[in-house]
């Protein structure tokens, strides 16, 4: 029983059965608790309703309670579920609720008499609404909803509901005008777009928004053969003046003519053994390959004319990893990025010569790095663990540019060149020359968090990502 102040019970009615709206899926109790907190009461007095526990058995069940000394012989109550409770998956059955009802009533004259009545009631199904699905599809696959459309590109914007009696369902954009009422609305998708779903019938309402966002990623079909790997590193592909792509995916390195079919072109057979990361670099004289282990950087370097490989190797610890910047007429600079610093050294008769430092972000540990072979000493990016990026131009004195990137969660950084110098970021794509603006608010669709992609130009107007799925090895091309 629910008691005032000094042992006086209120009037209350317990009601048995609502389980049966909700599958017991492990998380029955929690929508039950939910779904009592959206009700609203009315009636000739003032009425409460939860989800609590019955008197006698403790027993999970609708409590509905009033703060008065004894219910008239005549009295009525209503509750009315709130337009915002969003119903749960709906159990397969069309057969009617069966609810027990237990009212307890207490005599105002002798609060210690309670009268008890109890009674059965049947309730259709007759009020549910459930939003099953609501995506954006495109017409290569009307099957699996994408985030993202290339630009320009149609979205197919569709819904399915599930109801227990007629309901209706309205699509509107985001200016709130109605766009449909049917499945499904085809729209362009020029800029990010926002779409809202409403379903209700006459007892409730939900409402669902979509997110649609504009993205210069496409995804490329046909690829066959792409390397792969379970290995941590930079993974980079480089276009050369012939037309051929180079890929260095440990310990071999591929070439491809058309990004789709790839082939071994040599084998690197001078690798360390033991390594947690390695990265490449490219030129039209020279393959660069540097890896770090624990205690050792290990330098690999193939010559395109002889097609012949050698290495070079010194002691190095509390490396995070390690890189390589070519460029005409200088030596190899060898790169070495540890949490706290990150030195740039020349690489003259296999030794590091003439080291030179970034000055770092007070306060903040380098999370990971990427260079780029552009100009007469190329440029770098920096990610720190306080989500800024800056970027390194090595030839004109170190400068720096700053990005500030919400919400990076790997360390998949990637400087790129192809009609600018881009920094390709999980998810965010900055172009150099545009201090802290982003270019496109995607890396790819399918980019998932962990994941460390091949990222590389395809020409002067295009770039392109890969990575490894269970289903294989998924393509995007970045159109300027």
């Not at 990610?383 to 700053?402: G, Q, R, T």
Request: hydrophobic share 35%; charged share 25%; glycine share 6%.
């Amino acid at each position: 029983m629910y008691e005032k102040k000094g042992g006086e019970a209120y009037p209350t009615i317990y009601i048995k059965g609502f389980e049966q709206l909700f599958k017991n899926d492990g998380t029955q109790e929690i929508q039950l608790d939910a779904f009592f907190k959206m009700f609203h009461s009315n009636g000739d007095m003032d009425w409460s309703i939860s989800y609590g526990r019955f008197r006698d058995t403790e027993e999970r069940c609708a409590v509905i309670i009033t703060a008065a000394d004894a219910l008239a012989a005549d009295f009525s109550v209503g509750f009315q579920l709130s337009d915002k409770c969003a119903f749960t998956e709906i159990p397969d059955t069309g057969s009617p609720i069966t609810l027990q009802v237990y009212v307890d009533d207490f005599d105002y004259f002798f609060p210690d008499l309670d009268s008890r009545i109890s009674y059965q009631i049947r309730l259709e199904r007759g009020f549910a609404v459930y939003i099953e699905r609501f995506g954006a599809y495109t017409q290569e696959d009307l099957l699996h909803p994408v985030s993202a459309v290339h630009k320009g590109d149609t979205a197919y914007i569709s819904w399915e509901i599930q109801e227990n009696e007629k309901a209706s369902a309205f699509l509107y954009d985001e200016h709130g005008a109605l766009a449909a009422n049917l499945p499904p609305y085809i729209t362009k998708i020029d800029k990010d777009k926002k779409f809202t779903l409403t379903a209700y019938n006459d007892f409730c309402s939900i409402t669902k928004e979509l997110y649609v966002y504009r993205t210069l990623w496409k995804q490329k079909t046909g690829t066959k053969n792409f390397p792969q790997t379970d290995e941590f590193g930079r993974y980079k592909f480089y276009e050369s003046y012939g037309g051929d792509y180079f890929l260095y995916i440990h310990p071999d390195l591929y070439i491809s003519q058309d990004l789709k079919t790839w082939k071994i072109y040599s084998v690197n057979p001078c690798p360390p053994q033991r390594f947690k990361f390695y990265s490449s670099s490219f030129s039209e004289q020279k393959f660069c390959v540097c890896y770090v282990s624990s205690d050792r950087v290990t330098y690999c370097e193939m010559d395109f004319g002889e097609k012949s490989w050698k290495k070079y190797e010194d002691d190095a610890e509390g490396l995070i990893s390690a890189h390589v910047i070519l460029s005409a007429g200088n030596p190899p600079v060898i790169v070495l990025a540890s949490e706290e610093d990150i030195g740039f050294f020349d690489l003259i008769g296999g030794k590091w010569m003439n080291g030179r430092y970034l000055k770092k972000p007070k306060g903040t540990k380098i999370r990971a790095m990427d260079v780029l072979s552009n100009g007469a000493k190329g440029c770098a990016a920096v990610l720190y663990d306080n989500d800024w990026v800056f970027f390194y131009d090595m030839e004109d004195d170190y400068k720096n540019n700053i990005f500030e990137c919400p919400g990076v969660k790997d360390d998949n950084i990637y400087l790129v060149k192809t009609n600018a110098v881009y920094i390709v970021l999980n998810g965010y794509v900055f172009e150099v020359s545009d201090r802290e603006k982003f270019t496109d608010t995607h890396f790819f669709p399918d980019f998932q968090a962990g994941t460390h992609p091949v990222a590389g130009a395809v020409d002067e107007q295009t770039m392109a990502a890969a990575f490894w799925t269970e289903e294989g090895t998924s393509v995007w091309e970045y159109q300027f």
